[in-house]
């Protein structure tokens, strides 16, 4: 066997044991918190995402968007380390399809269709909809302030921790907040 060989079969095998060993999805529970490799896990239910929050004291993060907003380089932030050990550590996350009128949710005890929904409360596409632990509004980030967030994955941490903490309770400013935790 020549030199050439052996370096591609090593290589091939290291590849496959490191595969083994530290990436492959039957290992994921081995894995630390803090590891990149974790991901959101993103309800498709309003109503179970609205229960979940309540039943575990979380606040809920609910994205609105459509098909042309799941393209990679709009969920730039929702990928970055930071932000996903935030999101499954601390979120319940919903991600709802505004482009599926027929899909019916229930808020404040009334059933309406999902574009009643986002009219109630004023969204576009795409559109974030921040949710204390007791299903309530805290913040809505529409279509304009969102796309600068995809650029700024701190300033989505920021927001996360601020109402994850209740900040916005204890009146302190966003920006107050924002040099405190920098």
């Known amino acids: 066997m020549n030199k050439k060989t052996l370096f591609t079969v090593v290589i091939v ?23 990149p ?41 929702f990928t970055s380390p930071p932000i996903v050990e935030r999101l499954v550590r601390d979120w319940i996350c919903v991600r709802l399809n505004s482009d599926d ?15 009643e929904l986002k009219r109630y409360f004023r969204l576009g596409t795409p559109a974030l909809l921040f949710l204390d632990k007791d299903s309530e509004p805290v913040q809505i980030i529409s279509a304009q302030k969102l796309f600068e967030f995809y650029k700024d ?22 920006k107050e907040f924002q040099s405190m935790n920098e």
């Open 37 to 77: 490799y974790i991901e959101v896990t993103w309800l498709e239910d309003f109503d179970e995402g609205l229960k979940t929050g309540r039943d575990q004291d979380k606040p809920v993060l609910v994205d609105f968007t459509s098909e042309q907003m799941l393209k990679p380089e709009y969920q730039v932030a």
């Open 13 to 35: 095998c290291v590849c496959a044991v490191v595969y083994g060993f530290c990436l492959h999805p039957a290992r994921a529970e081995e894995r630390s918190e803090k590891s």
């Open 153 to 174: 994955k701190e300033f989505l941490g920021f927001i996360l921790d601020y109402i994850r903490d209740e900040a916005y309770m204890k009146d302190i400013a966003f």
């Open 101 to 115: 009128f027929k899909k019916k949710v229930y808020y404040n005890d009334k059933e309406m269709k999902l574009y």
